[in-house]
T-cell receptor
Framework: GIQVEQSPPDLILQEGANSTLRCNFS?????LQWFHQNPWGQLINLFY???GTKQNGRLSATTVATERYSLLYISSSQTTDSGVYFC???????????????FGQGTILTVHP | DAGVTQSPTHLIKTRGQQVTLRCSPI?????VSWYQQVLGQGPQFIFQ???????GRGNFPDRFSARQFPNYSSELNVNALLLGDSALYLC????????????FGPGTRLTVT
């Protein structure tokens, strides 16, 4: 099956700093999503971005599908950005997508005041 | 509009017992997927149901089963509970089978003692 690797595994920042999270995947995909998991376990949708670039406030994401990676940028980080960030992909199996998301191991982000 | 809802929020069961978890998708969504997340890992795909039929199954034993009802809500059943089944169980809904953005519920935290 498809492999998803996220880096770095852990990231510690001071409030106001910028950061870049990376997601590498091993095969072509029909869907790529970035999530933020809060301390209560809720997965919050950040971006649906199988290709291209999107921005939402202080967050932006870029997926280069041909090179099989995606980047999540967080600018001017705040303590509320702390938590686990997951990348998840839905593999393109011979042109068919089955809706199965394969998650990376996540990046644990800690933002100190 | 209401998001994905799951019940119960928390559950404590004894080894060997059976459990049923419930999920209601976003209105208009016809696909429901189930994921298991153990501590420190990303969610793992269990099942996908679309239009009341099983469309995908992850690498889980036959003790795990699910179904989708005519109103597109879904139940996940786990029989003969093991200690290793303790996890956060997440339900996701999407408009269609594959390639669509998935939205997650708050999860059911199952503890097996």
């Amino acid at each position: 099956g498809i492999q998803v690797e996220q880096s770095p595994p852990d990231l510690i920042l001071q409030e106001g700093a910028n950061s870049t999270l990376r997601c590498n995947f091993s095969d072509s995909v029909n869907n790529l999503q970035w999530f933020h998991q809060n301390p209560w376990g809720q997965l919050i949708n950040l971006f649906y971005i199988p290709s291209g670039t999107k921005q939402n406030g202080r967050l932006s994401a870029t997926t280069v599908a041909t090179e099989r990676y995606s980047l999540l940028y967080i600018s001017s980080s705040q303590t509320t950005d702390s938590g686990v960030y997951f990348c998840a992909v839905d593999a393109n199996a011979g042109g068919t997508s089955y809706g199965k998301l394969t998650f990376g191991q996540g990046t644990i982000l800690t933002v100190h005041p | 509009d209401a998001g994905v809802t799951q019940s119960p929020t928390h559950l404590i069961k004894t080894r060997g017992q059976q459990v049923t978890l419930r999920c209601s998708p976003i209105s208009g969504h016809k696909s429901v997927s189930w994921y298991q997340q153990v501590l420190g890992q990303g969610p793992q795909f269990i099942f996908q149901y679309y239009e009341k039929e099983e469309r995908g199954r992850g690498n889980f034993p036959d003790r795990f089963s699910a179904r989708q009802f005519p109103n597109y809500s879904s139940e996940l059943n786990v029989n003969a509970l093991l200690l290793g089944d303790s996890a956060l169980y997440l339900c996701a809904s999407s408009l269609g089978q594959g390639g669509y953005e998935q939205y997650f519920g708050p999860g059911t935290r199952l503890t097996v003692t």
